[in-house]
């Protein structure tokens, strides 16, 4: 997923991308819908682009996750963390558009 600090004609934050090729130093990549369906033409980053500017699926953050429809499983992690609040569990909690997806860490 983009976490690009100002949005461009091929990288839009929020967006998933899936790798295509992996190269020497460069990585083919295509942005995906939820159903995984190529929704543009594939592009080229290099290392370092990838590194700083796209984050993995499974590691996004509540805060990062607000006011977007997660479809597939969902784990609301660390819950009994002392900073974990009632905002962040309704926010995890409102994720899925489906129950049944959620799984809430004890």
């Known amino acids: 997923m983009a ?5 461009t004609t091929l990288v839009k934050n929020g967006v998933r991308y899936e790798v295509l090729c992996v190269g020497d130093n460069q990585f083919e990549l ?6 995984g369906v190529h929704t543009a033409t594939s592009f080229i980053v290099d290392k370092k682009e990838l ?9 996004l953050t509540y805060f ?3 006011a977007r429809t997660i479809h597939g499983g969902i784990r609301l992690a ?3 963390h002392k ?9 995890g909690l409102g994720r899925a ?10």
Do not use: K, M
């Not at 558009?97 to 004890?106: F, K, N, S, Y």
């Open 51 to 59: 590194g700083s500017n796209f984050r993995p699926t499974h590691a």
């Open 64 to 66: 990062s996750t607000q």
């Open 97 to 106: 558009p489906r129950g049944c997806d959620v799984q809430v860490e004890a």
């Open 3 to 7: 976490i690009v600090p100002q949005s």
């Open 78 to 80: 660390q819950t009994s």
């Open 83 to 91: 900073n974990f609040t009632l905002r962040d569990l309704v926010l």
């Open 30 to 35: 295509v942005a995906i819908n939820d159903d």
